[in-house]
């Protein structure tokens, strides 16, 4: 089930004000897995470019990108193995000359006799065999299909939040460049009333300098991300706008409801599939390996009375073909490892789910005590810190390094944002078996 992405108008710049942001719930399929996930702040660019949201970047690379074509190329071989394995074996011709060209009455062709003969070899359940084999060879591409587009949704999904999230260390970046410019201008002006030094002056501006390359770093770098988002399905570096809201969480789902979850992966069904795949050819080269009848039919001509007779044969090999037993052996034994591999996968994954959802709760733990109790004490500390200065009670690197002690904890409440929210897309990629069918029909 999918549903729109509803993004709040008057929601504020989490640069500006961490906060007073007062969000909802706001739900979006992940594409190919319908996955939760929130978003950025509204971002404020030209009106000449496009909003773009998390379903419609995943749905473009889906759509448009060149590795999802590989997969419509392989299906489309793997059809027509399968329709190659319906044609039967050609029958055969044959015509034969007997007693001519001999000796006495044989020395020429009067007491010939001819034959025109065709033999076919009945092999109607070893087509059956092939064509099941060739069939069940050709679902496996529809589940590598499926992995590369978990893994392109989820890699669509993190430079979608990365691009996001650098605009946001963006507008931080200038908010904290305003309030150097600002603390410059106050701090000129007590210069120039001879209540500071001048070394103040230098160090405030060097500050703003510093500030201002911050804010330049952070344009290129949020323009480089935005190109290898729109690259993901060739559209125009300045086609989109990518905007949403971050403050909303992932609600952290029970490690026993994940787990259930990986079973669908289609990693794993994969190996599922390859293990049927195996068992079918198994029981092709066994049908191979059995006699296969061969019937003839003919007519033959005599020379001599300038009559016809018909002629009808039937062959069947003596014994079974062992050269199949070594072949059989080798699909079971790789039939095994496919099943030691997809036990090892599952354990992989299991782990690593484990790993995920306790780094999501710590994430969860960080924004929780940086918003409710870290942000508020240190407001309420610069606050106080810009009354003492301004009665000349605190220095100017004391006043300075409690203001940016602010700015670098809400950087570090927008890096927690961030480490949910790409947490929560590898754990939706791993768990990620719930495909939609738009998808699989793509």
């Given at each position: 089930?999918?549903s729109?992405?509803?993004?709040c108008?008057?929601?504020?710049?989490?640069a500006?004000?961490f906060?007073?942001?007062?969000?909802?719930?706001l739900?979006?399929?992940?594409a190919i897995?319908l996955?939760?996930?929130?978003?950025?702040?509204?971002?404020?660019?030209?009106?000449?470019?496009?909003a773009?949201?998390l379903?419609q970047a995943i749905?473009?690379s889906l759509?448009?990108?060149p590795?999802m074509?590989?997969?419509?190329?392989?299906?489309?071989a793997?059809?027509a193995?399968v329709?190659q394995a319906k044609i039967?074996t050609?029958?055969?011709?044959?015509?034969?000359?007997?007693?001519?060209m001999g000796t006495?009455s044989?020395?020429?062709?009067?007491?010939?006799?001819?034959t025109?003969?065709i033999a076919?070899?009945?092999?109607?359940r070893?087509?059956?065999s092939?064509v099941n084999?060739?069939?069940?060879?050709?679902?496996?591409?529809?589940f590598?299909?499926?992995?590369e587009?978990l893994?392109?949704?989820?890699h669509?999904?993190k430079l979608?939040?990365?691009?996001?999230?650098?605009?946001?260390?963006?507008?931080l970046a200038?908010?904290?460049?305003q309030q150097?410019?600002?603390?410059?201008?106050?701090?000129?002006?007590r210069?120039?009333?001879?209540k500071?030094?001048?070394?103040?002056?230098?160090?405030?501006?060097?500050?703003?300098?510093?500030?201002?390359?911050?804010?330049e770093d952070l344009?290129?770098?949020?323009k480089?991300?935005r190109?290898?988002l729109v690259a993901?399905w060739?559209g125009?570096a300045n086609?989109?706008?990518?905007?949403?809201?971050?403050l909303d969480?992932p609600?952290?789902?029970?490690l026993?409801?994940?787990l259930?979850?990986?079973?669908?992966h289609?990693?794993?069904l994969a190996?599922?599939?390859?293990?049927r795949?195996a068992q079918?050819?198994?029981?092709l080269?066994?049908?191979e390996?059995?006699?296969?009848w061969?019937?003839s039919a003919g007519?033959?001509r005599?020379e001599?009375?300038?009559?016809f007779?018909l002629v009808a044969g039937?062959s069947?090999p003596?014994?079974?073909?062992?050269?199949?037993l070594?072949?059989?052996?080798?699909?079971q034994?790789?039939q095994a490892?496919?099943q030691?591999q997809a036990?090892?996968?599952?354990?992989k994954?299991?782990?690593?789910l484990?790993?995920?959802?306790?780094?999501?709760k710590?994430s969860?733990?960080?924004?929780?005590?940086l918003?409710?109790r870290?942000?508020?004490?240190?407001e309420?500390a610069?606050?106080?810190a810009n009354?003492?200065y301004?009665?000349g009670?605190?220095?100017y690197?004391e006043?300075t390094?409690i203001?940016?002690?602010?700015?670098?904890?809400?950087a570090?409440l927008?890096?927690?944002?961030?480490?949910?929210h790409?947490?929560?897309?590898?754990?939706?990629?791993l768990?990620?078996?719930?495909l939609?069918?738009e998808v699989r029909k793509?």
């Amino acid at each position: 089930m999918q549903s729109e992405l509803h993004v709040c108008s008057t929601l504020k710049p989490i640069a500006a004000r961490f906060l007073t942001i007062k969000t909802r719930w706001l739900y979006l399929p992940f594409a190919i897995l319908l996955l939760t996930l929130p978003l950025l702040a509204h971002s404020q660019e030209s009106n000449n470019q496009e909003a773009l949201n998390l379903t419609q970047a995943i749905k473009l690379s889906l759509s448009e990108h060149p590795e999802m074509a590989v997969f419509t190329h392989q299906r489309d071989a793997l059809n027509a193995r399968v329709k190659q394995a319906k044609i039967l074996t050609r029958p055969t011709i044959d015509f034969t000359i007997e007693d001519a060209m001999g000796t006495g009455s044989h020395s020429n062709f009067g007491a010939a006799q001819s034959t025109l003969n065709i033999a076919w070899v009945l092999e109607h359940r070893a087509i059956d065999s092939r064509v099941n084999a060739a069939k069940n060879a050709a679902t496996q591409v529809d589940f590598e299909r499926d992995i590369e587009a978990l893994d392109i949704s989820a890699h669509t999904a993190k430079l979608f939040i990365e691009a996001l999230i650098l605009e946001q260390r963006l507008q931080l970046a200038k908010l904290a460049e305003q309030q150097a410019d600002d603390a410059l201008s106050a701090i000129t002006r007590r210069v120039e009333a001879g209540k500071s030094l001048a070394v103040e002056q230098l160090q405030s501006e060097a500050e703003l300098v510093r500030r201002g390359l911050e804010v330049e770093d952070l344009e290129h770098e949020l323009k480089a991300s935005r190109y290898q988002l729109v690259a993901q399905w060739g559209g125009e570096a300045n086609q989109y706008v990518p905007q949403g809201d971050l403050l909303d969480v992932p609600a952290i789902e029970n490690l026993p409801t994940q787990l259930a979850k990986l079973k669908a992966h289609p990693a794993l069904l994969a190996f599922a599939n390859q293990q049927r795949i195996a068992q079918s050819q198994i029981e092709l080269a066994r049908i191979e390996a059995k006699p296969k009848w061969q019937v003839s039919a003919g007519i033959r001509r005599y020379e001599s009375t300038d009559d016809f007779g018909l002629v009808a044969g039937i062959s069947l090999p003596f014994g079974n073909d062992a050269r199949s037993l070594g072949e059989v052996q080798v699909i079971q034994a790789r039939q095994a490892e496919y099943q030691s591999q997809a036990d090892v996968l599952a354990r992989k994954l299991n782990t690593q789910l484990f790993v995920l959802l306790q780094n999501m709760k710590h994430s969860k733990h960080v924004i929780d005590t940086l918003t409710d109790r870290v942000i508020p004490l240190l407001e309420q500390a610069s606050d106080e810190a810009n009354r003492a200065y301004d009665i000349g009670r605190l220095g100017y690197l004391e006043w300075t390094s409690i203001r940016q002690e602010l700015l670098s904890t809400q950087a570090q409440l927008l890096d927690a944002y961030q480490s949910i929210h790409l947490q929560h897309i590898e754990i939706q990629r791993l768990t990620g078996a719930s495909l939609s069918n738009e998808v699989r029909k793509k």
